[in-house]
């Protein structure tokens, strides 16, 4: 396993050390380490066990236990498909499948390239726009197979592998 | 340093000098000095509209303001929901109660000048609904279909108040009810109130709140807990996001008159983490109220000391039930409990605790300024007040309605909701999520209460509307809920642990033509024993949608598995794709866009065909195919 840089272990003491005096604050902890890190690396579990009384082992069942929660990086670029039943009924499944063949991520999973992670989330609430989508923070509505939605991974696609040809 | 209000004197001058800025939205008359051009421009900043570009668009509508020299007469304020997501991002422009819909970032130029200067409507862009007995339009946003047949009293102020401006819910009315409960009425007084208006549980159960309120205000102790539940994890459901993003202040005022009720200093907001906006909007709610010291020690200088924090989910539907809640708050697994101990007594950190939805929390202050009889009189029997729901799905009109209780489903999916899109016919709608179960035309005419829907094999749930047409196939609705419970059931008891997964194994089976006809009889059988033996609410009623499409749409099932056919063409395993001989122009479009190579022919010179044995079924060759050639039978 590779060791975590110093920076990443000084954001854990602070953040853990933010939170120390809070009533019940395991969750609060491990929302802002990934918040900070884009994963929740092994020693912050550690940190968190130690500040909170409890083992790694309790901390790493509250982890495992939130969907939210993940223990390997993320892609460089996230790409998140609302499987809300409003979503659903409008097609969000058939857009996952094409989304997996354009980025080459299984769902929930990262491409072996590292360039992108595939996470089914659940309702979002703009259900009003479904299917929803959303591409590194930006919100798509009526996110259909051939879209805007789409599109934009294309582009993103073609860019990284003109990224990537060039180093 | 911001000024505190402690006394109504205090509280009422706020509001009198807000009332001038917002008497252009709220009054019919309002009275202007000569030659003032003042006009408010409401901007929709849920989440919907957030999604398209509202953002940008409240500060283009900003800079031209500014380059016309008209930025103090005219002001643009960011609103929660409109609740007509569908037409977003909505637009309104007062006094002249013009609604704009689908308004991009580049239509603000013509906002200002043609509309604010100019003085014309924009026609194209003005939201309008089509009488459906003359077929003309209707621009008048009292009589469009989708408002007339509404009553918002839980959503009063969504699209209509900045909300991350406090005094703009002074303004209308804001932490009155508070100051009068405070110095007016006794705890006891004000469950009393929410006990005579009828007010019901809105997450979905329908325990009556003043009764949940009283258990725990009769608890011994000091130490006790409110709480609000935001965790709407219905999918589909999405009032609570669209208050909490409309009007935080009146959830939090809410919450301080259910703790003076019950005795309670300290509140919890539980909200998902997966509204961004809510919770920011939470958080400048409550970092706001405190600065005024309508939140914090001794408020209104009564010596009542109310504090709240917000505590995020992260991702864990089971949460939304309350012993499981109060165990993420606690910062453990989510995992439910078993009743008694009910949290009325032993509930966050084993004291007691009582816990309400958003929307019910939302309903509180009306009650109070209002009057326990104005509440209770709207409504039906014991289903008093006004529910929220979300209307989704294959409808056309898509976003939130809150009507009184008694209407019938007929009503919001028709009258409101404007019926399926495309001339599609409808099938059925799906209300309670995945707690809940599908409903058929035969069951619209009946009016909406909890004991109605319970009785018809649904049930209200947090007010998730999800209408399905002949598209749709229901044995792969039931298998979409079923695979979402085995994700979300925590494992710990075992006939939801381990009978839903059964469940789902069986419906698996259906869709992909492997079923039987003793399989519906065993389906039915194990859905009645996770009913009946499941810990919490999440297993209780998790094999809703599987009974409920079986009791109307027994012959959907037979025909899988009897005939090996998807009626609505949506289960792949028993899907072929044919191209048509007759229809076929040998253009090839097909097989280019083939990711199979299941198609061959020859261009322009043999029609196409369609391999089924490498078919995958993706659909591809109709969407491109410009005849209307390949068929799925």
Known sequence: MEKLNCDALRKIDEIVAKHKDQAGPCIEMLHEVQNELGYVPFEAMEKIAEATGSSPAEVYGVVMFYAQFTTEPKGKHVINVCLGTACYVKGAQKLIDRVEKLTGAAVNKTSADGLFSLDATRCLGACGLAPVCIIDGKYYGNALVDSEFTNEIRRIVREEKKAGAKA | ?633
């Not at chain 2, 209509?160 to 703009?168: A, S």
């Not at chain 2, 009623?541 to 025909?559: K, M, Q």
């Open chain 2, 1 to 633: 340093m911001k000024e505190k209000i402690t006394t109504l004197k205090a509280l009422l001058a706020v509001r009198e000098a807000e009332r001038r800025y917002l008497q252009l939205r709220l009054e019919d008359k309002f009275s202007l000095e000569e030659g003032e051009q003042h006009k408010n421009i409401l901007v929709c900043a849920g989440t919907g509209c957030t999604a398209g570009d509202s953002a940008i668009l409240i500060k283009k509508l900003n800079e031209k303001l500014e380059e016309a020299g008209l930025a103090e007469e005219v002001k643009v304020v960011k609103t929660g929901c409109f609740g007509f997501c569908q037409k977003g991002p909505i637009v309104a422009v007062y006094p002249d109660r013009v609604y704009y819909t689908h308004v991009k970032p580049d239509d603000a130029e013509r906002i200002v000048n043609d509309h604010v200067i100019g003085g014309h409507v924009i026609k194209d862009l003005q939201m309008f609904d089509t009488d459906r007995k003359t077929g003309e339009k209707v621009y008048d946003i009292d009589k469009i279909g989708f408002y007339e047949k509404q009553q918002r009293i839980a959503l009063r102020n969504c699209g209509r108040i900045n909300p991350e401006n406090i005094y703009e819910y002074i303004g209308i009315d804001g932490y009155e009810a508070l100051y009068r409960v405070l110095t007016e009425k006794t705890p006891q007084e004000v469950i009393d109130i929410v006990k005579a208006s009828g007010l019901r549980g809105r997450g979905g159960a329908g325990f009556p709140t003043g009764l949940k309120w009283q258990f725990e205000k009769d608890q011994p102790g000091d130490e006790k807990y409110v709480i609000c539940n935001a965790d709407e994890g219905d999918p589909g459901a999405f009032m609570d996001r669209s208050i909490l993003e409309g009007d935080p202040h009146a959830i939090l005022e809410g919450m301080a008159i259910m703790a003076y009720a019950v005795g309670a200093h300290q509140g919890y907001v539980y909200i998902r983490a997966e509204y961004p906006i809510a919770v920011n909007r939470l958080r400048i709610a409550i970092r706001e109220a405190k600065e005024l010291g309508l939140l914090g020690e001794n408020i209104f200088g009564t010596g009542f000391n109310f504090d709240i924090e917000i505590r995020l989910g992260a991702g864990a539907f089971v949460c939304g039930e309350e012993t499981a809640l109060i165990a993420s708050i606690m910062g453990k697994r989510g995992m439910p409990s078993p009743k008694p101990p009910f949290p009325a007594v032993s509930g966050v950190w084993q004291k007691p605790t009582s816990i309400n939805n958003v929307e019910t929390i939302a309903n509180i202050t009306q009650i109070i300024l209002n009057g326990p009889e104005w509440y209770a009189a709207m409504g039906m029997g014991k289903s008093t007040g006004t529910k929220v729901f979300a209307l989704g799905g294959k409808i056309n009109n898509t976003g939130l309605v809150e009507i009184p209780m008694g209407t019938t489903l007929r009503e919001i999916i028709y009258d409101i909701g404007g019926g399926c899109p495309e001339g599609k016919k409808f099938k059925a709608v799906q209300t309670g999520g995945p707690s809940g179960g599908c409903l058929t035309e035969k069951e619209l005419d009946t009016p909406i209460t909890y004991e109605n829907l319970v009785a018809a094999g649904s049930m209200m749930g947090s007010g998730g509307m999800i209408v399905l047409d002949e598209d749709n196939c229901m044995v792969d609705v039931a298998k979409f809920y079923m695979e979402f419970i085995c994700d979300e059931s925590c494992g710990k008891c075992t006939p939801c642990r381990i009978g839903t997964k059964r469940l789902l194994e069986m419906l698996t089976k259906i869709t992909e033509g492997n079923g039987t006809m003793e399989m519906l009889d065993e389906m039915e059988e194990l859905c009645n024993e996770v009913r009946d033996g499941a810990l919490c609410g999440l297993g209780q009623t998790a094999p809703n949608p599987i009974l409920s499409t079986l009791r109307y749409f027994r012959d959907e099932y037979e025909a899988h598995i009897l005939e090996k056919r998807c009626p609505a063409h949506v289960c792949k395993k028993l899907l072929t794709y044919v191209i048509n001989p007759d229809k076929c122009k040998c253009c090839s479009l097909c097989a280019r866009n083939c990711p199979a190579d299941a198609i061959t022919g020859k261009p322009g010179k043999e029609v196409y065909k369609i391999d089924a044995e490498k078919c995958i079924k993706c659909g591809l060759c109709i969407t491109n195919c410009k005849f209307g050639a390949v068929e799925r039978h």
